[in-house]
């Protein structure tokens, strides 16, 4: 590795283009791949040019090794340097979409459809992409034409030869034609049902409204009718031949195939949506609009458009139907409606993504949406040239038509195309279909830059968003307004139903600080002649009670409305809740206890069923071995790696919300389960339960990736090394997982064979866990390993043992103070344990500039990673008796002690420190007081994940965040200040503790 001065001129000029990793890629552009294009300056500049340089780099040159030969390489090479069109496409695809670069990996002689750059190659139709789909004549060739296509229109995208709106509209156009593709192939392997019927595919939603994303599900209603020349058919018969090919249609463009899936194809906003028959007749069509069709059906016929099959057929149905469109704002309540429909959509967002949405949280795209339609459906009555399917062209018609300010139109039509942008670049990356606004720095990043936003990326990103966000809820509520509802609440059963104002009153009484909303809650659970309204008539006045002893009433109400929303159809659900006390009294503590546990049982409702338990058995920690019991079990069902990993993910999501909501009611307590009074051992247990679920869940991820890579066994023993808190059996909720990497190869296998596939191992293990999700993450940190972020992923024990035996150094030692095998060959790790227990438990102990070595580097850490602005006193990691002061003073015992005190040899905080206590080593008075101030801390640090859904070391700073800390740990009623008091004291105590027995004061 070069020395930091004295850096290469190309990696300096690759960190100025735009490289993050320029190591990396100074030995990628080195490499043989490129050797024919080495050193030339305008390949520099092109990838500097992309919205990720590195990604560019990478799958440029996987395309280079894919091509088929010398002549094929060099063809590619020159074509490249010589044709700023293809460079500027091919790079500019390669740098913005991971996806894409698969393909053209998978089909190497792609990249010529970017050659080509006349007047019709920057906007085709329906029918150039018809064209170029008509050689598929099976799913899986459909499938790469269709991939084929999105390369050129995504090419055109990011290089900037169409806008937002352009890309849209190419897309629905191109889904057009692959509909019509895929319907082609079903007629072809039913010739009868197509003589015998006339089937018309209408698009709806996106596609309809010539709007379409990346990735989307593709809505899409079907109409049959009989075929001319079949004669008096049958009409039963017709529409089941009509709906043999619409069936055939969907998975042709669902199924899975080795390329991969095309999208969904949705047919749910038909008449009585899944339940109802696939195809309809025109004239059933039509009456059920006249008679059953609700609100929103109405709404969401404004987009519909004849895309496939009979398009005549396709124009009868749009035109019997238009008149109802223009009808429904003419319905009782209609405006209330439309409303209502926007608003359940934003509370049924998980609360972990309401900040990320870009399409259905508050300033984001529905919100522009909603607006439009609702304007269009009122005012489009009398003014024709309102109807049409396009957000964007609706808007400017309201506009031009005086519905809505030019300045607000405008404001609206730039945030609408920014964020959609944003939307499309998301989904370009790996060609999923996400909404959220990636978390990660580098994903931020390439996103940044591929709008355009160079100097800063990231900050400029996420200032602009929110800028635009902001705008979008400004115009939404101001165009979108909402009346005061009528809205009563039944309070008990058999009580008298409450006049709004009197309601709001109980509410308000009760602490809940949004009572018009509890409102619309109360009435959403309990309006109604059913025999589930009737049981939540009976529950709601004693959950009511319960959520306002919580410090946020509002959010329990409100989660308690998602879970019902997502359960409600369920038999057991309410009768768990009214039959056994425990369960709606659990439900209700985690439930307003923060966001961490409504979050994870909003993705797996079906979790209520672990508070119902009386005993309280179904939320009991599970042991290490029946998780990885159930996460290889998982994983092995599974047809690949990453669906193994998402198998994997669901066991830790359905386990992470059995620990929290454990957690939960074992601090606030329940009237059947009183606090808990042992806070240790409530640490211990959480601390345990998030460890061994991490541990199962890298288990099964290594088997899944072992499995695909190499089948039944890899050609190298390899194990897994817990370290930090995770090794120490103390991960938080939001710990990341700190680990070693070890290996050794078997018998008969060179190590250069058994090192590259262990380096296969890691990356593929941390790039399946790194995989955008909308669980808590799992993070694999290897900072500790030997050389830090320098060194080898992976090293073979051999390899380990020369390292610390020449170059280890005293943060080593400490470190290893908590490593412990976790996952992999468990013989190996148990070898590694033996080696490095000379350096951890070392005979005689760390010499004094040892001793002194190790308070520099805590006072150093201390000073440098400080939070600027934060309260040190309130820091529970880094200030005065906080986590590190606890941990570094019992660690220093354990080297200095180890050899002789065997209790000492843990990887356990709270069990060393009771060790050194035995062995006299601390006094009873210290050792009770520094484990206070651990278990104190840590319990701190869960209640902010809890509380926040995201980690943090300090106490909140908004209030009623604050106010849920303080309920967790036993500081209710507005105590705040006598927590944060008590909090100050304990570090203080701590820290005199810390300063005799750490720094020998």
């Given amino acids: 590795m070069t020395a930091p001065g004295r850096r290469s001129s190309t990696f300096t000029r690759l960190l100025r283009h735009g490289f993050t990793d320029a190591s990396a890629a100074e030995r990628l552009l080195d490499g043989e791949e490129l050797t024919p294009v080495r050193g030339d300056p305008v390949l520099l500049d092109a990838l500097g040019a992309t919205a990720d340089p590195d990604l560019a780099l990478i799958g440029l040159v996987r395309l280079v090794e894919a091509q088929p030969g010398t002549t ?158 079949a004669g008096d058919a049958d009409e039963t018969k017709v529409v089941r ?30 008449p009585e949506g899944r339940n109802g028959p696939l195809v309809r007749t025109l004239s059933s069509h039509l009456a059920y609009y006249q008679r059953w069709a609700k ?12 895309v496939a099959g009979d398009l005549s057929l396709g124009q009868e149905y749009v035109d019997a139907l238009q008149p109802l469109v223009w009808q429904v704002a003419e319905r009782d309540n209609f405006v209330a409606d439309v409303q209502q429909m926007r608003r359940r959509v934003v509370e049924n967002i998980p609360v972990g993504e309401v900040d990320r949405q870009l399409k259905l949280g508050p300033g984001g795209l529905r919100d522009v949406e909603f607006a439009v339609q609702l304007l269009q459906l009122v005012h489009g009555r009398a003014d ?42 998301i989904q370009l990356h790996r060609l999923r279909r996400t909404h959220l606004v990636p978390q990660d720095d580098a994903d931020l990043r390439r996103l940044g830059r591929s709008l355009g936003l160079r100097t800063d990326p990231v900050a400029g990103l996420l200032r602009e968003w929110r800028q635009h966000a902001a705008v979008v809820r400004r115009l939404h509520e101001k165009l979108f307004y909402r009346p005061l509802l009528d809205a009563v609440a039944q309070l008990a059963p058999g009580e008298a139903r409450l006049s709004p104002e009197a309601a709001r009153e109980r509410l308000v009484a009760l602490g809940y600080a949004d009572p018009a909303a509890a409102l619309r809650h ?34 329990g109400l409100l989660n308690f409305r998602k879970v019902s929303d997502a359960l409600g159809n369920t038999p057991w659900y309410l009768r768990l809740l009214r039959d056994e006390g425990a369960a709606a009294e659990n439900l209700a503590r985690v439930l307003s206890a923060g966001r961490l546990a409504p979050d994870l049982l909003m993705r797996a409702p079906e979790a209520v069923a672990l508070l119902g338990d009386g005993d309280g058995g179904g939320l009991a920690p599970r042991g290490r071995a029946q998780l990885e019991a159930e996460v290889l079990a998982a994983v092995g069902r599974a047809d690949g790696a990453g669906p193994a990993v998402t198998a994997a993910r669901g066991v830790r999501r359905r386990e992470l919300f059995r620990t929290a909501a454990a957690d939960i009611i074992a601090s606030y307590g329940t009237e059947s389960r009183p606090v808990e009074a042992d806070r240790g051992a409530l640490v211990d247990r959480v601390g345990a339960a998030v460890s061994d679920l991490t541990a199962a869940t890298l288990a099964g991820t290594l088997r899944a990736v072992v499995r695909d890579g190499w089948g039944a066994e890899l050609p190298t023993r390899f194990a897994i090394i817990g370290m930090g808190r995770f090794g120490g059996h103390e991960l938080g909720y939001g710990s990341d997982a700190d680990v070693l990497f070890v290996h050794e190869p078997r018998d008969g296998v060179d190590e250069r064979t058994a090192g590259d596939a262990a380096n296969r191992v890691v990356a593929e293990m941390r790039r399946l866990l790194q995989i955008p999700s909308a669980d808590p993450p799992l993070l694999i940190d290897a900072d500790l390993r030997p050389e830090g972020k320098s ?40 070898r590694f344990t033996e080696l490095i227990d000379p350096l951890r438990y070392p005979a005689g102990g760390p010499g004094e500039d040892a001793v002194r070595e190790i308070r520099r580097l805590k006072a150093r850490m201390e000073s440098e990673r400080m939070p600027r602005g934060a309260d040190p006193k309130l820091h529970v990691k ?122 020998g004061g």
């Fill in 72 to 229: 094929a390489r060099r063809e590619l090479l020159d074509t490249l340097i010589a044709a700023k069109p293809l460079r500027d496409r091919l790079l500019g695809v390669l740098g913005a979409s991971e996806a894409l670069a698969d393909h053209l990996a998978r089909h190497p002689g792609d990249w010529r459809t970017l050659v080509t750059y006349e007047p019709r190659d920057l906007h085709p139709g329906v029918e150039e992409f018809e064209r170029c789909l008509a050689a598929a004549h099976d799913p899986v060739s459909l499938r790469v034409a269709y991939r084929r296509c999105l390369l050129t229109l995504a090419a055109r995208d990011v290089c900037g030869t169409i806008d937002v709106a352009e890309t849209a509209a190419e897309l629905a156009d191109l889904a057009t034609a692959t509909l019509r593709s895929a319907l082609a192939i079903a007629e072809a392997a039913a010739p009868e049902d197509a003589a015998l019927c006339r089937l018309a595919v209408i698009a709806m939603g996106k596609c309809g409204g010539h709007e379409l994303n990346y990735v989307s599900d593709v809505d899409v209603i079907f109409v049959g009718e009989p075929a001319e020349g």
């Fill in 241 to 270: 031949a009509a709906t043999r090919l619409a069936s055939h249609l969907m998975r042709i463009c669902s199924e899975t195939t080795v390329e991969g899936s095309i999208w969904p194809v949705d047919a749910n906003l038909r």
């Fill in 295 to 306: 609100t929103w059906e109405f709404q969401a016929l404004l987009k519909a458009r004849p």
């Fill in 384 to 425: 024709a040239s309102l109807r049409s399917g396009t957000t964007l062209d609706a808007l400017e018609a309201l506009a031009a038509g005086g519905y809505v300010g030019r300045v607000d139109a405008a404001h609206l039509d730039d945030a609408y195309r920014f964020l959609r942008s944003m939307e499309h670049r």
């Fill in 522 to 555: 109360l009435e959403a659970l309990a309006s109604g002649v059913t025999r589930k309204a009737a049981i939540q008539r009976t529950l709601l006045p004693v959950l009511l009670g319960w959520f306002a002893e919580s410090a946020d009433p509002d959010a």
């Fill in 791 to 830: 060194g080898p992923m992976v090293r073979t024990l051999k390899s380990y043992a020369a390292y610390y035996r020449r170059w280890s150094l005293t943060w080593e030692s400490h470190a290893l103070l908590r490593a412990e095998w976790v996952a992999g060959d468990e013989e190996l790790g148990r």
């Fill in 878 to 999: 880094l200030g005065p008796g906080g986590l590190s002061d606890v941990e570094w003073t019992v660690q220093l015992a354990q080297l200095r002690h180890g050899h002789e005190v065997a209790g000492l040899r843990t990887t356990r905080t709270r069990a060393a420190l009771a060790a050194a206590c035995g062995a006299g080593l601390v006094t009873e008075e210290q050792a009770e007081i520094l484990d206070e101030a651990w278990v104190l801390a840590t319990r701190v640090r869960n209640a902010v994940m809890l509380v926040r859904g995201r980690a943090g070391d300090t106490f909140p700073s908004e209030s009623r965040e604050l106010a849920a800390v303080g309920r967790y740990l036993g500081y209710g009623d507005g105590r705040v200040g006598d927590m944060l008091d008590a909090y100050r004291r304990g570090g203080r105590r701590a820290r005199g503790v810390v300063d005799e027995l750490f720094y």
